[in-house]
């Protein structure tokens, strides 16, 4: 065989396996599987008042009965996920809180509780990762 064939032989056995490499490494990307496991976050939620309250009572889930709640010793408003405040099986999308101001201002009502990414991903990007709760901005006034 001459050079020039044996050349051109060469590369096209070359494109082959590129291409080859490129769509099995393409599909199995695409077929892959994530762990059958789901991601919760027992951490407490945070509110963030505009203005303080005198008094704030909280619970999670549809139709629960607002608990009083008390600032933690590092000045935050903190409702944990647990009894009294957590009835379980609730899964945390809103809060309910009934909060006042020395001035009379009160707010009664469900706020939306929003997650955020922790920024891990354990098992790749496509898998997902822990998550947090973002604080709920509460508007009193």
């Known amino acids: 065989m001459k050079p020039r064939g044996v050349l051109l032989l060469g590369v096209a ?7 080859y490499t490129l769509v099995v490494g393409s599909l199995a990307g695409e077929n892959r599987a994530c762990p059958a496991m789901g991601w919760a976050f027992v ?7 505009s203005t303080q309250p005198e008094s704030l009572s909280a619970c999670f889930g549809e139709g629960c009965t607002p608990e009083p709640v008390t600032k933690s010793a590092e000045g ?3 409702v944990p996920q647990s009894p009294p405040y957590l009835t379980p099986p609730v899964s ?7 909060a006042s101001t020395s001035s009379g201002n009160r707010l ?11 920024g ?9 990762g822990p998550f ?3 604080p709920v901005k509460v508007v009193l006034g």
């Open 108 to 118: 009664t009502g469900a706020l939306p509780v929003e997650t955020e990414s922790t």
């Open 132 to 134: 947090r709760f973002k």
């Open 76 to 78: 935050k408003w903190l």
């Open 92 to 98: 945390i999308t809103s809060i309910y809180v009934d």
């Open 120 to 128: 891990e991903y354990p098992f790749g990007r496509e898998c997902g």
């Open 43 to 49: 951490g407490d939620v945070e509110l963030f008042f």
């Open 13 to 19: 056995a070359g494109a082959t396996v590129l291409v």
